[in-house]
């Protein structure tokens, strides 16, 4: 029996919505379970470094919207060397 006979219209593609959200729930499944067998896996080394990184990139961008403010700094006058006298 063919189905195209029983049924001539095909169904419709997905919407891109619709593969959107798919696509989320499907990421956010894998997401869940994959940090944490990462860390299972890592060394401490490698946990530190992920760590410094996330620290590094919080802070960059919190320096985007918040840019740190100049101060002029003062020179130190130049010491003097003692003269050795002959």
Do not use: F
Not at 51 to 65: G, L, M, P, Q, T
Not at 78 to 86: S, V
Request: hydrophobic fraction near 25%; proline fraction near 9%; charged fraction near 40%.
């Amino acid at each position: 029996m063919d189905t195209t006979e029983n049924n001539p219209m095909p169904e419709p593609l997905p919407t891109r919505g619709q593969v959107s959200a798919y696509m989320a729930r499907i990421g956010r499944r894998g997401g869940k379970k994959g940090g944490k067998r990462s860390m299972e896996t890592m060394t401490p080394e490698e946990r530190s470094a992920r760590a410094s990184n996330a620290v590094k990139a919080r802070w960059d961008r919190y320096y985007e919207d918040n840019p740190r403010p100049t101060k002029a700094r003062k020179r130190k006058p130049a010491k003097k060397k003692a003269r050795k006298r002959a």
